[in-house]
DNA sequence: CTGTATCCTAGCTGATACTG
DNA sequence: CAGTATCAGCTAGGATACAG
């Protein structure tokens, strides 16, 4: 048996695959979200700084990542007005997929480099 | 305790990560690496129709995916000459990454509907 | 038949200046 | 300070013709 898969379980694993894909790729997204983890919460412009990100790709970055529910935005009442971005609890379910990335990624330069 | 992470580990992880993202992301390699999983071994001129990908991209895409280990290359003794394409056994070795990006995925969605 | 060369387009990314 | 507008360059991907 080659295959029973169905013309439809492949749609919605390609699917599935492409949203995983749109959240972990590109190049600011996981790097954004180890900031915010590892540093805790932050402001818009300290972000942008840390990360060396300009304020067009970042305000982008982060509403998408708001959109996917990854990142959490709280607008603060200061003067003038402060936004703090963190990570949500939700962005831990990710961490499975980027430990099989690291893994893979790690076992796979060993592999490359031996040819 | 926030984070006892070495720069020297961060950029590993880091990179581990690039090199995963390099061979899943873009729009075509897992599609080929499906079909060749899939439906075995192909020349390159039916997996160009069979996946609709333009002849430039495959061979770029084949290259890459070759030097990954991840598809072998088969010069066949046919007149005129024919080339088959395989998906190799390392292939297998990016299942959990696959499986872990379906996985999120389809919750993913799931999540987000309920918004 | 396998692959490459050429040309083209759309979208991502970035620097910078600016608005509220 | 947070975020947007504008402009510019680069890259991924694609159509097509062609070479070996």
């Known amino acids: 048996m080659k295959s029973n898969h169905t013309q439809k379980n492949c749609s919605n694993v390609h ?3 492409q949203d995983t894909l749109y959240v972990v790729s590109g190049k600011w ?3 954004i ?3 915010l983890v590892n ?3 932050m402001r818009f412009g300290e972000l942008s700084r840390h990360a060396g990100i300009s304020p067009r790709i970042l305000s982008k970055e982060l509403q998408e990542m708001e959109m996917n529910k990854l990142v959490s935005r709280t607008v603060m009442d200061t003067k ?3 936004v703090e971005y963190a990570a949500t609890e939700y962005a831990d379910s990710l ?3 980027i430990d099989a990335m690291i893994k893979w990624g790690q ?3 060993e592999a490359i480099k031996e040819s």
Chains 1, 2 share one sequence.
């Open 33 to 35: 979200l180890a900031i």
């Open 95 to 97: 961490k499975e997929v």
């Open 39 to 41: 540093d805790g919460k």
């Open 15 to 17: 699917l599935a695959i």
């Open 80 to 82: 003038p007005v402060t």
């Open 107 to 109: 076992s796979h330069r």
């Open 29 to 31: 997204k996981l790097v």
